[in-house]
């Protein structure tokens, strides 16, 4: 079973940076596109950030210029680089994986970011 581990999350003062890591089971070089979605309380699920296999880079506008998403294929792992982040941007962030020739979509189980002061 292919999974995705998360990990990185935690509280942070306004300001500040966080550095979350997705690691998978398997070589993430088989996925077309990895993502970071996040959830607020109340809220639905939205995309974050995107990067596709060819190193194509995607964001929400309400994270462009803080937040970087970038894979390493030697290491199976996808990593969202916070910065000055804001208490709006206090959600579970949950790494997503998709190949899309045999339909597979992976969701990680999430991890907590909290911003506040």
């Known amino acids: 079973q292919v999974q995705l581990v998360e990990s990185g999350g935690g509280l942070v003062q306004p300001g500040g940076s966080l550095r979350l890591s997705c690691a998978a089971s398997?070589?993430?070089?088989?996925?077309?596109?990895m993502a970071w979605y996040r959830q607020a309380p109340g809220k639905q699920r939205d995309l974050v950030a995107s990067i596709n296999s060819g190193g194509s880079t995607n964001y929400a506008d309400s994270v462009k210029g803080r937040f970087t998403i970038s894979r390493d294929n030697g290491k199976n792992t996808v990593i969202l680089q916070m910065n000055s982040l804001k208490p709006e941007d206090t959600a579970v962030y949950y790494c997503?994986?998709?190949?899309?020739?045999?339909?597979?979509?992976?969701w990680g189980q999430g991890t907590q970011v909290t911003v506040s002061s």
């Open positions: 997503y994986a998709v190949q899309v020739t045999i339909n597979l979509h992976v």
């Open positions: 398997i070589s993430i070089a088989r996925f077309n596109i």
